[in-house]
Nanobody, 122 residues
Framework: QVQLVESGGGLVQPGGSLRLSCAAS????????IGWFRQAPGKEREGISC????????YYADSVKGRFTISRDNAKNTVYLQMNSLKPEDTAVYYC???????????????WGQGTQVTVSS
């Protein structure tokens, strides 16, 4: 049974940092890409970063480029999203998802975690 579990969300002040984790189980983790998405109230789910399985290539949306860093630890079946210089507009529920290739469309990912809330506020 494929399972993705996000953790690490919380309340942080503007300019602060958080590290999200996405722990994967139930599939051949090494062969699949992982994507991070977020969804703010009243907005569509937005792809913000993804990482390939083959060579670890990373991709970032313009909205987070230079502030967020995605990485994977295959020994721990875990992908991380280090978020620095957080802004109030980063407030959203953050989801990780897995699929065969890195992609920006949510429809390209077959399995999703339950999400973790990130709130950036003073």
């Amino acid at each position: 049974q494929v399972q993705l579990v996000e953790s690490g969300g919380g309340l942080v002040q503007p300019g602060g940092s958080l590290r999200l984790s996405c722990a994967a189980s139930g599939f051949t983790y090494d062969y699949y890409a992982i994507g991070w998405f977020r969804q703010a109230p009243g907005k569509e789910r937005e792809g913000i970063s993804c990482i390939s399985s083959s060579d670890g290539s990373t991709y970032y949306a313009d909205s987070v480029k230079g502030r967020f860093t995605i990485s994977r630890d295959n020994a721990k079946n875990t992908v991380y999203l280090q978020m620095n210089s957080l802004k109030p507009e980063d407030t959203a529920v953050y989801y990780c998802a897995t699929g065969p290739l890195p992609a920006w469309l949510a429809s390209e990912y077959a399995y999703w975690g339950q999400g973790t809330q990130v709130t950036v506020s003073s």
